[in-house]
């Protein structure tokens, strides 16, 4: 037992049911023996009263693995600067450029109006940073008018918690440390049960311990410990100085003679708490329901990356819960056996399901990670995290990502995802995401275009399609086993053996198209096609039924997939996207058919790849071939339609030029737009362009092109500290370069100056390349050579020594032979004579489409005001003005010469030693 001590209490303390508080059990508890009046301490009642008050306003304990709202405040300790603008205040970690204040102003103006914004930000201008502080502080702001409103209609009805209105208004995810503090106010009667002891009662309570024993507080020789009794609030009972008791040495409970029950008593605070929580538990659902939530798309998890770290750096991390969403294939966690399982997404569909007849069944399911999900959630996870951190928190404790991430996004205020997530509206619906009055943001969207045509197009590969009978027809025999669903199955079964038939009748008629680039193709006249749809009873007048059945088969199978066992999610996907892609066709009295292009394709794989493929002697080398009906989505606007539902959609790039035809090409109004100038001093930027070739696909045939093309990339390394990015059209090209530097010796020589690295296709070895690319970039140097619009080209982030320079070889141009390529020229030259005038001609959008590309791989370079670096434009075409037009308008502001000539590397080699030799002195 612990020294003996002297307890004293005052008369505004209370008991409390055992029922309603947990007594710790502590090793040197001190037990009172039982005495009507006696009564603890004035220091340990506070301490008592305190646990009284955490048992009924719990909080979350501090544990291994969890992230309370006092750590997450840690990570904001450095200084703040707020501006004010368009009446919301928003915090920044940084001072802000002029050109991030013009562009969260204009994004919190399209915000109170409800209206769409483009934003056109140059690289290294913080624009990330700029629509995350805006768009969060925006939410605050509007979460804040939210609980005002909530506030003043509780007290209007509950005037009794006017103390705690702050707490009941305060979010459920937020921890509330003291919620007792809230109770502060007199609002319950004349004394607040949470008042402290006035300096008036501490004088009385001395003199009442000067009356009785006077050595109380000192131990007694037999080491138990004096107990005095003093007068409870409003009696008349004076003090007896002989009613000291002494502790028993056996572990008994105190007594108390019964209190009066006034508004003070733990029953009537019970009542109050029960309607506290209450009012909060509602008042957050109100709340949340009414609160948009931002969805921040980016187009790949590498670039969500970068707003992971810019997120963590602002104040409103740890107050704004976030979550990231991503595919089966990079969270699963579960050990995949292809043998057993077609996909990852079988495999899950095939372990996650319980197949219980009783739906309230608590029995688990075939997937640990599953079954443990909720405990991965915002509390084990740090306030900011990507998908590397969310895997490894999930392997922790084996809990699944995947399912983990969509259900914390259901209370989440910001949702990170690949923006295809919510431009898709199968992916959308799949992942239960609903835009309906939120905020959309696509971060890096000079693709969205592109994305949205892809995703309303859609290849019908024979194969699949065999597969997908194959498995309908097996499900169809076990009709015992899913005989609820016989009829869908029979209808939808023989459907696909209709189109097997088209497929089979169309096949003759491509036999003896020329193969190009490895595939023949057929066009059809939308009409024509139709009309061969119908006569197989696969069109317009069989659709509607085929959606129907659709339907209720893919929501059975997503369900309950053991009714129809043996029918993987590929079968689904494909009656997925077929019903999708009619519905296009045939939806809205087919007003959309327009806006296709359908197209037969034979594609064939060669034994000999050497072998000219355009002469029919060869037909016999052909090792294997596919056939594939591919309807060719030409109209982005179809697909973009589905964003128009949210509150506000920002779309932005650092190359959104010319936005006018963007916005023609979308359908959509984007009443804010903005496109600031550069936060990078002019100094710190060299800009150049060389006539070393004309960079066409004809001309760098020629070996003399060739080698001129590789003095030029070894005088520009040669001039460059650390590292270089060399972007060219294709990979064809760098393997042709590369051949062609070997046999001259000139890949040597780039090879003593830098270790020279190529952009891979595979991911994995992409990765691993690339640490060791900036590993050299930041010691003995290296040279990068990459295509446009590959990894590398697209929202990579090589700040400082990563890229000294890029060189930009030619203008990547799509290739004018591809089908999709040529359809979308001559649809643009057909509808821009018409209502819509802003459409570009299909040659002047050829031309813009292939000038985002370029700046995206300039963009690479400059990353932050005080970084530098140079841009070399290769091409004998950017003499002419009309090859300049479309670069991005702070690089024609920087171009230093119009000197096509090879001394233009002497200038570039001047501005590199000036930079290096200030660089230097900085470090």
């Not at 409103?149 to 459920?172: F, M, N, R």
């Not at 010319?658 to 009443?671: G, I, W």
């Amino acid at each position: 037992m612990s020294s003996p001590i002297s307890i004293s209490d005052d008369d505004d303390s209370f008991d409390v049911a055992p029922s309603l508080v947990e007594v710790p059990n502590i090793s040197n508890t001190i037990v009172l023996s039982e005495d009507e009046d006696t009564v603890p301490t004035q220091s340990d009642v506070k301490m008592t009263r305190r646990s009284i008050i955490k048992n009924l306003f719990p909080t979350t304990s501090k544990m291994k693995g969890d992230f309370t709202q006092i750590e997450a405040k840690t990570l904001q300790n450095k200084p703040q600067h707020d501006i004010t603008m368009e009446g919301v205040k928003v915090t920044l970690p940084v001072e802000p450029y002029s050109c991030q204040k013009a562009v969260m102003s204009k994004v919190i103006c399209a915000l109170n109006r409800k209206e769409n914004c483009m934003v056109e930000s140059p690289t290294g201008t913080g624009k990330t940073l700029a629509l995350l502080c805006a768009t969060l502080a925006w939410q605050k702001k509007f979460q804040d008018q939210i609980s005002e409103s909530q506030a003043k209609e509780i007290i209007g009805k509950h005037p009794e918690v006017v103390g705690a209105v702050d707490y009941i208004t305060s979010p459920l995810k937020k921890e509330v440390p003291f919620p007792e503090n809230f109770f502060s106010r007199k609002s319950f009667g004349e004394k607040s049960i949470y008042d402290v002891q006035t300096d008036e009662q501490s004088a009385n309570q001395s003199k009442v311990e000067k009356r009785g024993n006077n050595c109380a507080n000192e131990p007694r020789e037999d080491g138990f410990v004096t107990i005095h009794k003093k007068l409870r609030k409003n009696s008349s009972d004076s003090l007896k100085p002989n009613s000291n008791v002494e502790l028993s040495p056996g572990l008994v409970t105190p007594t108390k003679q019964p209190l009066q029950q006034d508004e003070n008593t733990p029953e009537k605070v019970r009542e109050l708490y029960n309607l506290v929580e209450s009012l909060r538990c509602r008042t957050s659902i109100f709340v949340n329901c009414s609160l948009p939530v931002i969805y921040y798309g980016a187009r790949t998890h590498k670039q969500l990356q970068q707003v992971v770290k810019e997120f963590k750096r602002t104040v409103y991390c740890g107050n704004a819960s976030m979550t990231i969403l991503s595919s089966r294939e990079n969270t699963c966690l579960r050990e995949y056996d292809n043998k057993q399982w077609p996909s990852k997404n079988d495999m899950c569909r095939g372990c996650t399901k319980t197949f219980q007849a009783d739906k309230s069944s608590n029995q688990g399911s075939n997937c640990q990670f599953f079954d443990n999900r909720k405990a991965l959630n915002h509390k084990t996870l740090p306030p900011a995290f990507d998908l590397t951190d969310l895997i490894e928190a999930g392997e922790r404790l084996k809990a699944c990502p995947f399912y983990a991430a969509r259900d914390m996004a259901s209370g989440a205020n910001i949702v990170l995802c690949p923006y295809n997530y919510l431009v898709d509206p199968g992916i959308r619906n799949s992942m239960q995401i609903n835009l309906q009055d939120n905020i959309v943001i696509i971060d890096e969207g000079h693709n969205i275009e592109d994305i949205c045509r892809e995703t309303a197009s859609f290849d019908f590969k024979l194969h699949h399609l065999r597969s997908a009978i194959k498995e309908m027809a097996a499900v169809a025999a076990l009709r015992c086993g899913s005989r609820h669903m016989i009829s869908h199955i029979d209808f939808l079964l023989n459907v696909l053996k209709k189109w097997e038939q088209w497929f089979e009748n169309q096949i003759p008629l491509i036999k003896n198209v020329v193969i190009n680039n490895k595939e023949a193709i057929k066009l059809f006249e939308m009409e024509a096609f139709v009309n061969t749809l119908n006569e197989y009873n696969i069109g317009m007048d069989r659709y509607n039924g085929f959606s129907k059945n659709v339907l209720v088969f893919c929501k059975k199978l997503r369900e309950d997939p053991r009714s129809l066992l043996g029918v993987t999610q590929s079968t689904g996907s494909l009656l997925e996207s077929l019903e999708t892609v009619m519905g296009y066709l045939f939806r809205d009295s087919c007003r959309n058919m327009k806006h296709f292009i359908p197209a037969f394709v034979r594609k064939v794989e060669f034994a000999n790849e050497n072998r000219s493929w355009r002469n029919s002697q060869f037909e016999k080398s052909v090792k294997n071939e596919q056939y594939i009906l591919r309807l060719i989505c030409l109209n982005p606007a179809l697909i973009f339609a589905g964003l128009h539902s949210a509150r506000t959609v920002i779309l932005a790039s650092g190359t959104l030029t010319p936005m006018d035809a963007l916005k023609a090409e979308l359908n959509t109004s984007f009443p804010h737009t903005i496109s600031p100038k550069h936060a990078i001093s002019t100094d710190r930027v060299w800009v150049g362009a060389l006539g070393a070739a004309a960079c066409t696909h004809a001309a760098l045939r020629a070996a003399h092109a060739q080698d001129a093309l590789g003095r030029a990339v070894r005088a520009a390394c040669a001039a460059t500290p650390h590292g270089v990015l060399c972007f060219v059209p294709s990979y064809d090209l760098i393997r042709v370069l590369r051949a062609r530097w070997r046999d001259t010796g000139l890949w040597g020589e780039l090879e003593e100056l830098k270790d020279v690295f190529i952009e891979s296709t595979d991911a994995k070895k992409h990765e691993t390349m690339m640490q060791e690319y900036v590993e050299s970039a930041e010691s003995r140097g290296a040279l990068l050579l990459s295509v446009y619009r590959g990894k590398v080209a697209e929202g990579m982030d090589f700040r400082d020594r990563q890229a000294r320079a890029v060189i930009a070889i030619g203008i990547p141009y799509s290739n004018t032979k591809s089908i999709d390529v040529m359809e979308k020229k001559k649809y643009n030259d057909k509808y821009s004579r018409g209502s819509n005038g802003s459409l570009l001609g299909g040659g002047e959008w050829y031309r813009v489409h292939a000038y985002r590309a370029l700046n995206q791989a300039l963009g690479r370079c400059v990353r932050h005001k005080d970084d530098w670096g140079a841009l070399l434009l290769i091409d004998s075409r950017f003499g002419n003005p009309h090859y300049r037009e479309h670069l991005s308008s702070w690089v024609k502001s920087l171009f230093k010469t119009n000197d096509h000539s090879f001394e233009i590397l002497e200038d570039l080699k001047s501005f590199m030693d000036k930079m290096n030799r200030d660089d230097t002195k900085t470090t």
